[in-house]
C-alpha cells in the first residue's frame, strides 16, 4: 500500500485551485519543493533551452512506491494531507496535490522512483496526462522527474515564454533563493552542461550569501537570531553599506517557505528607519518560523502569499528581531547597552506604529517637570577614550580599548541632533526653541508658502517658532534649541529647500525626512573648526546613543580599526 490519496470533493473545493504552471521556472519550484517534502538533503537540477525542452529534478529523498507511482500525477493525489483541518499543522511545501498533475498535463513527464523498501526502481512516463511507458529499471533510492517539451500542445503559452536566457535566469534566482532557505541542504544546477550554482549544505548560510552575491554584501552582514514565545526569526540582515533602493534584496521565507507579505515589509521598513537612509531598503535574508496554525497559505494557488492570524503580533516581533540585531552589532563595542536597547526600542516602535493624532493626544497630557525630563540626556555613563586629533578638518580620531575610531564629524553631529529632535518630536515638546533675539521676515515663493502652511506642525514640533505673516511671508522668532555652528537664520530656508525638492510620500516619511533634514542642516559640517570641548561633547553624545552607527541618511558615522588591521602594513 502505498500514501498518495485522492482528496474528498468537500477538501478539494476549500483548497485555493488555479494553474500555477506559467514558465519552466514554476515547473523547477514545484519539482523542488516535493523533494523537500520527500526529505531529500541533496537535489541536482538540469536545465536545457531555459527549461522549455528539459528540465530534470533529481533527489535523495524517500521515493514513490510503485503503486503511488500511477497515482502522483492525478488530480487531488497528494500524500501531504487528508483533510482541510490537516493544514493547521502541516509543515510540508505541498498539500494540493495538484502540481504533478498541472505538469503532467503539459509536458512529458518521466518519473524514475526507488523507495528503500523496493529492489528495482520504476520508471513511468506520462504524456500529456496519458501514461505512456511503465517499467522496472535499475535506479538508486530517491527521485527523479524530467520534464521534456513544455507546453507543446499549448501553442499559445509556448508563445509567451521569454528567451532562454530569460527564462533561465528566473530559474536560477529561485535556486538561489531555495538554497538561502534550506542552507542544511545540498543544491546543484546545471545548465546545458555546465553547473552554474552549487552548495554544500554545510548550514552556513554566510557561505551561500558569498556565493550569490559576492564579498561585500557578506562582509557587511549582522546575524539575526530572536524569538518571543513560539515564534523564531533567523538569517541575516545588513547594514547600511549595502542598503538598497529597491525591496530585491529583502527576502521572506515563512517556515521556509517564499513569501511575499506586506505587513512584514511594512515592520521592516519601520525598523531599517534611521538606520539605512531614507528612501533605501535594508538587505536581508530572514526566515520566521511559527507553528502552521498560526497562519493561512491556502489563499493563493502559488502559496506566495499567507494571512497571519495576529498580523499585530507577528508585525511587532519581526520589528523587534530586526530592530535589536542592527542595535546590537558589536560595532561600537558598546555591549553595555543590551538593556536599554529594549527600552529604546519599544519607544520607537510606539512611535512609529502609533497614529499621528494619537501621539497628539498624547503630549497633552505630558507636564513640564517631564518635558524637562525628556529632553536630559543619559549621563549616567562617560566614554573614555584618548584624544589623537581631528583628520583632514573632518574626521575625530580617537582610541578605545586598543582600536582606533575614526568618526566623521558631520555625520556624528547630525546623528546627535537628530536623536533629540527626535525625541522632542516624539513628545511634541514645543518649548525647545532658541528665540531669535530679533524675529525674522522672510519671504516666500508660492509653492515654499504651500509646503509651510500645509506642514506647520513639523516645524512646530521640531522648535520652530513660526507664524505665517501676510501671503507670502512667515515671521520666525525662534528656531530648534540645538547647539548651531551654522548660520542660523539660514537652516529654516535651508530646510524648506531640502523639502520641496523632493517628493512628499506618507505622513511618517515626511516626519522622518523633516527631523533628519533639521538635523543634517543644523549640524556642523566637514572642515569646520572644532574645539577640544566641542569634540568632546560630540563624542560623549554619540557614544552613548542606541545608534550611533549611522547619520540618518544612512552613512555610517564611524569606522573603527583595530590593532592587527595595522600589523603587517606598517
Ligand atoms: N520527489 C518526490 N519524492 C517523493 N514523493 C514525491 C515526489 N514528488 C511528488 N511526490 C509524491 O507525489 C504526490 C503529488 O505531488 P504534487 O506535487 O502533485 O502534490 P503535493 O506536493 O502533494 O501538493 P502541491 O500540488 O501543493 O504541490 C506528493 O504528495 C508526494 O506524495
Ligand atoms: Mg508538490
Known amino acids: 500500500m502505498g500514501n498518495i490519496v485522492l482528496l474528498d470533493d468537500l477538501t478539494i473545493n476549500q483548497i485555493a485551485a488555479g494553474e500555477v504552471i506559467e514558465r519552466p521556472a514554476n515547473v523547477v519550484k514545484e519539482l523542488v519543493e516535493n523533494s523537500l517534502d520527500a526529505g531529500a538533503t541533496n537535489i541536482v537540477v538540469e536545465i536545457k533551452k531555459g527549461g522549455k525542452t528539459y528540465i530534470r529534478v533529481t533527489d535523495n529523498g524517500k521515493g514513490i512506491a510503485k503503486d503511488d507511482l500511477q497515482l502522483a500525477f492525478e488530480r487531488h493525489a497528494t500524500s501531504k494531507i487528508r483533510q482541510i483541518e490537516d493544514l493547521e499543522k502541516t509543515y510540508t511545501m505541498g498539500f494540493r496535490g495538484e502540481a504533478l498533475a498541472s505538469i503532467a498535463s503539459i509536458s512529458e513527464l518521466t518519473i524514475i522512483s526507488k523507495t528503500e523498501k523496493d529492489t528495482f526502481g520504476n520508471k513511468i512516463k506520462i504524456k500529456a496526462g496519458d501514461i505512456v511507458d511503465f517499467e522496472e529499471v535499475g535506479a538508486s533510492i530517491g527521485t527523479s522527474m524530467i520534464v521534456e517539451n513544455l507546453f507543446f500542445n499549448q501553442p499559445v503559452r509556448y508563445k509567451f515564454l521569454k528567451q532562454d536566457a530569460s527564462e533561465f535566469k528566473v530559474i536560477k534566482e529561485w535556486m538561489q533563493k531555495v538554497a538561502l532557505a534550506n542552507p542544511d541542504k545540498s543544491f546543484k544546477l546545471i545548465n546545458e552542461s555546465k553547473v552554474v550554482f552549487f552548495v554544500s549544505g554545510n548550514g552556513n548560510i554566510e557561505d551561500i550569501i558569498y556565493q550569490i552575491y559576492g564579498k561585500e554584501i557578506k562582509d557587511n552582514l549582522v546575524n539575526v537570531d530572536y524569538s518571543e514565545g513560539d515564534i523564531k526569526i533567523t538569517g541575516v540582515i545588513g547594514n547600511t553599506m549595502i542598503a538598497k533602493e529597491n525591496r530585491k534584496s529583502q527576502i521572506i521565507f515563512l517556515n521556509k517557505r517564499n513569501i511575499k507579505n506586506p505587513v512584514l515589509s511594512a515592520s521592516s521598513d519601520q525598523a531599517f528607519k534611521g538606520s539605512v537612509g531614507i528612501g533605501k531598503y535594508g538587505f536581508y535574508v530572514l526566515n520566521i518560523e511559527m507553528p502552521p496554525s498560526y497562519y493561512d497559505v491556502n489563499v493563493h494557488p502559488t502559496k506566495m502569499e499567507v494571512r497571519f492570524k495576529d498580523e499585530d503580533k507577528v508585525y511587532s516581533i519581526w520589528y523587534n528581531a530586526i530592530k535589536s540585531s542592527l542595535l546590537n552589532s558589536e560595532f561600537l563595542g558598546n555591549n553595555e547597552k543590551e538593556n536599554n536597547n529594549k527600552d529604546y526600542i519599544k519607544n520607537e516602535y510606539d512611535f512609529v506604529t502609533s ?145 520641496i525638492t523632493n517628493e512628499r510620500t506618507s505622513i511618517k516619511d515626511i516626519e522622518e525626512r523633516f527631523i533628519a533634514t533639521v538635523a543634517c542642516k543644523a549640524a556642523v559640517k566637514a572642515n569646520m573648526d572644532l574645539g577640544k570641548e566641542e569634540v568632546d561633547q560630540l563624542i560623549q553624545n554619540l557614544l552613548t546613543l542606541n545608534n550611533p552607527y549611522t547619520c540618518p541618511h544612512g552613512r555610517p558615522t564611524t569606522v573603527k580599526f583595530d590593532r592587527a588591521f595595522f600589523e603587517g602594513k606598517i
Open 355 to 499: 497614529k499621528y493624532k494619537d501621539v497628539k493626544k498624547l503630549s497633552k497630557s505630558i507636564d513640564i517637570s517631564e518635558e524637562k525630563e525628556l529632553r536630559k540626556r543619559d549621563n549616567t555613563r562617560k566614554v573614555e577614550y584618548k584624544y589623537l586629533g581631528i583628520l583632514f578638518r573632518t574626521y575625530i580620531l580617537i582610541e578605545i580599548d586598543n582600536e582606533i575610531y575614526m568618526i566623521d564629524q558631520h555625520a556624528g553631529h547630525e546623528r546627535v541632533l537628530y536623536e533629540q529632535i527626535k525625541e522632542n518630536y516624539k513628545k511634541h515638546i514645543q518649548s525647545n526653541s532658541q528665540m531669535m533675539l530679533i524675529p525674522e521676515v522672510v519671504n516666500l515663493s508660492h509653492k515654499e508658502m504651500e509646503f509651510v502652511k500645509e506642514n506647520i506642525n513639523l516645524f512646530i514640533d521640531t522648535g520652530f517658532d513660526i507664524e505665517v505673516f501676510g501671503q507670502n511671508s512667515v515671521k520666525i522668532n525662534g528656531i530648534p534649541d540645538l547647539e548651531y555652528r551654522s548660520k542660523t537664520n539660514n537652516i529654516f530656508l535651508d530646510i524648506l529647500d531640502e523639502m
